[in-house]
């Protein structure tokens, strides 16, 4: 086969490479033969996977034919001849008709000899044996016994190392697949999702409206001994209520901007707070003023959350980092960066994972404290993750953005179901011990889901104060008192609401409905 040199305008360099037409030649002869030879469409002897169909073929001929490969060879059947049989052998006994209506002509007929044969005796009235009836002498016993032990046996031979085909199986079984009907029996079915009906709420209801911000409230923390919560907002005050009855105690001041997080100490008797002004200010509340402030966010701070058994704060910003301060020294410890947008929302707990963070970025990230990087970051979420709850006995967690609540499992952060239904950008989230958790929308709608099963049993719309605008019907955030009996709420309509059960509410009158186990548990 000639080569062909590429160059330019048939000048020849060192450079050009020879390219050899046979394999293209080679190429489109096959293609050609494909097409129009002879047979159409067979396997070109030539072809790379000749060998390979071959091999394939033979495979698929020993594993069905392999029991009656090798067949001896029978006898071909002559043509029916009359044998008359003068004496028989002692191995085989001839079979003497008698009886019946032409019994005595047969005898006559044939002088008494009996007639042999190997197929049944015509068994209707009137029906003669003659000459042209008669049949061959049968094969002997011993000729049979040979015979016999020379065919195959037809049990499925279990020494066999290779699997068996699906005729042998259905052979042995007895079973003719040519004529077999199809079969109906019920099959047993393997146990799928075990669906849990969800467990009874009562319905929650407006408790108290609280006004005394003249901001958006953002922020919420409730004091471990139950009796007061301090909120902060836009107006960059933090102010204390009586948690019973809703009365303002006192008002802090001392930010240069909107308050985005609080956390009340239970271990000593401080007060966390976080502000858009890049500060993080601790505040004594037996002197009821700021004694330290912990420097290093180079923008906004969005949450703030306190370590529950070590002396160790961290806070979330938009500089896309989460810091952890120590208190007493006011020093960072680590600066956790990994995210690559704002950090919204952050939890603590005394187990690794100890720091959950949440991020405009739509990622969340598990941290190890002691090493200050990430165990696991989590990629589920499609937009922002604004809201983070950890379960209070529970070692599980969920996240809120926009696109769905999911619930995850700790320490390695396995998914485990989303929670759809909140049409919303969800801003925040709680939970109590009841396993009832609510996210709170930035449209004001609030929704109550069974944190077990995922059933969201009831659905509210917060309404504005008068004076105030629609759009302003926002949740920016919530928490439960103590004993899980009482909701706060932090919205934009300035307000704070307080929410509880209903208590003449039972079973019957409100019962669990339009409940159906979904089948769509899409991890995205």
């Known amino acids: ?109 044939y002088d008494g000899k009996p007639v042999t044969g190997s197929l049944p005796i015509p068994g209707q009235p009137g029906v003669s044996i003659t000459e042209q009836t008669a049949l061959e002498t049968p094969v002997s016993e011993e000729n049979y016994t040979k015979l016999l032990n020379q065919l195959p046996s037809k049990r499925l031979d279990t020494e066999r190392k290779t699997s068996h085909s699906i005729v042998e199986y259905k052979k042995a079984a007895g079973i003719d697949e040519r004529f077999k009907a199809p079969s109906h029996a019920l099959t047993t079915m393997s146990p799928g999702i075990v669906y849990t009906k969800p467990e009874w709420h009562a319905p929650w209801k407006l408790m108290r409206v609280i006004s005394g911000h003249v901001g958006w409230v953002k922020s919420i923390s409730v004091d471990p001994t139950n009796e007061w919560f301090a909120t902060g907002s836009e107006d960059r005050t933090i102010k204390i209520w009586d948690l019973a009855s809703g009365v303002l105690k006192l008002t802090l001041t001392g930010h240069i901007n909107g308050i985005s997080g609080l956390v009340v100490s239970p271990r000593h008797p401080y007060l966390f707070s976080a502000g858009e002004d890049k500060m993080i200010k601790c505040w004594d509340l037996e002197q009821n003023k700021v004694i330290r402030q912990y420097h290093g966010h180079l923008s906004a701070v ?127 989230l709680a939970v109590n011990q009841d396993n009832v958790m609510v996210s709170g929308g930035d449209n004001g709608t609030i929704c109550f889901w069974d944190w077990k099963t995922g059933y969201k049993f009831q659905s509210l719309q917060t309404q504005v104060q008068p004076g105030s605008l629609d759009s302003e019907a926002g949740i920016y955030a919530m928490s439960f008192d103590l004993t899980g009996s009482r909701l706060i709420t932090c919205e934009a309509d300035k307000s704070i609401k307080v929410w509880r059960e209903d208590e003449n509410a039972t079973e019957e009158t409100h019962p669990v409905k339009d409940w159906r186990p979904s089948r769509k548990l899409q991890r995205f």
């Open 302 to 428: 969005y949450c703030i959350s306190l370590h529950p058994t070590i002396d160790v704060l961290v806070t979330g910003g938009m500089d896309s980092t989460a810091r952890v301060w120590d208190i007493r020294t006011k020093q960072a410890v680590f600066t956790l960066s990994g995210h690559s947008n704002a950090v919204l929302s952050c939890l603590t707990q005394s187990v690794d994972p100890q720091v959950i963070t949440g991020s405009h970025d739509s990622t969340v990230r598990l941290w190890d404290l002691t090493t200050g990087k990430t165990m696991a970051t989590l990629t589920n979420h499609k937009k922002s993750v604004r809201g983070l709850v950890m379960h209070p006995s529970e070692f599980t967690f969920a996240s809120g953005a926009p696109d769905n609540i999911k619930q995850w499992k700790l320490p390695n952060g396995n998914f485990i179901k989303n929670l759809s239904g909140h049409n919303a950008i969800v801003n925040c």
């Open 1 to 109: 086969m000639m080569n062909t040199k590429v160059g330019n305008g048939g000048d020849s360099h060192s450079g050009a490479s020879s390219v050899s037409l046979h394999p293209r030649l080679y190429k489109s002869l096959k293609r050609t033969y494909a097409l129009f030879g002879e047979p159409y469409g067979g396997i070109v002897e030539d072809d790379p996977i000749y060998d390979a169909a071959k091999i394939k073929l033979f495979s698929k001929v020993e594993d069905e034919y392999s029991i009656v490969k090798d067949m001896p060879n029978l006898p071909v059947n002559t043509p029916r001849t009359t044998q008359k049989t003068e004496t028989p052998s002692s191995s085989t006994q001839p079979l003497l008709i008698t009886g019946g209506k032409d019994s005595d002509e047969t005898k006559k007929d």
